[in-house]
């Protein structure tokens, strides 16, 4: 598959990438700061776009058969008031897999994006209030939008538990719709193992327009 990988200097974005690789896929890395991106292959392409600008993004989705987004937005103080990262990308995003005539988008979200989602006392009084509130939330909004507003789009939202460097388990992810995987376990859960379910969604195209929970095996 051709297959166009957004935030792939990031730790998850760069699973993705080593991931699709080892499966042969075309990848094209859209970054915007292509000196972060050390891979080198034959089939990866890395170019250089900004993600708030659709007219940057048009040439690079062109021709592509799905395009997965690990973007993500780095947590300040300011991110206890408002966030907007989720959005004021998605939007132009949208905007260019529209112009491009591609309609496949598989995104990184999170568990827990809604309120009374279900979670435990510790996220619900001290992680969402202090640290993760207002970027879920924001997370929430994007799902949200491309289920109301966007019913042309076959988007996957791929909800995370607590993300982590280490090397795939080679169980097969547990996965379910909803805020989180039922009952709750498998919350910490490598990058590499949702680089793998965020790729076979892309190759099945199973999970179209759903928000899949995930968690380890
Ligand atoms: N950490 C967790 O435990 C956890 C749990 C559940 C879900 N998630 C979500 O999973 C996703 C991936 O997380 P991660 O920790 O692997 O990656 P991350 O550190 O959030 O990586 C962010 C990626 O987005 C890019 N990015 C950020 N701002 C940008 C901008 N203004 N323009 C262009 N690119 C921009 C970064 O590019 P640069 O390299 O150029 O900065 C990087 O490639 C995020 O949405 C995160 O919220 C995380």
Redesign the pocket.
């Known amino acids: 598959m051709k297959i166009a990988v957004l935030?792939?200097?990031?730790?998850?974005?760069i699973q993705v990438i080593k991931e699709a690789l080892e499966r042969e896929h075309e990848i094209t890395a859209i970054?915007?700061?292509p000196d972060?991106l050390t891979e080198n292959h034959e089939n990866l392409k890395v170019v250089k776009a900004n993600?708030f600008d659709a007219e940057s993004l048009v040439p690079h989705l062109t021709g592509q058969d799905a395009v997965l987004s690990?973007?993500?937005?780095?947590p300040s103080w300011l991110s206890l008031w408002t966030v907007t990262?989720y959005m004021d990308s998605v939007k132009p995003v949208v905007t260019a897999l529209r112009r491009a005539n591609v309609n496949r988008f598989i995104f990184?979200?999170?568990w827990y994006t809604k309120n009374n989602s279900g979670e435990p006392f510790f996220m619900k009084w001290i992680i969402k209030p202090l640290f993760l509130g207002q970027?879920l939330k924001n997370m929430g909004e994007m799902e949200d939008y491309l289920e109301i507003e966007c019913p042309d789009i076959d988007y996957t939202s791929v909800r995370?538990?607590?993300?982590s460097h280490s090397a795939t388990t080679g169980t097969p992810v547990k996965y379910n719709e909803g805020q989180h995987v039922s009952p709750v376990s498998g919350f910490i859960i490598s990058?590499r193992d949702v680089a793998k379910f965020m790729l076979d969604a892309a190759e099945s195209g199973n999970f179209r327009r759903k928000c899949m929970a995930i968690g380890s095996g």
């Open positions: 935030g792939a200097t990031g730790p998850s974005g970054v915007r700061n972060k993600i690990c973007l993500g937005c780095t990262f990184m979200s999170s970027s995370a538990p607590q993300l990058r």
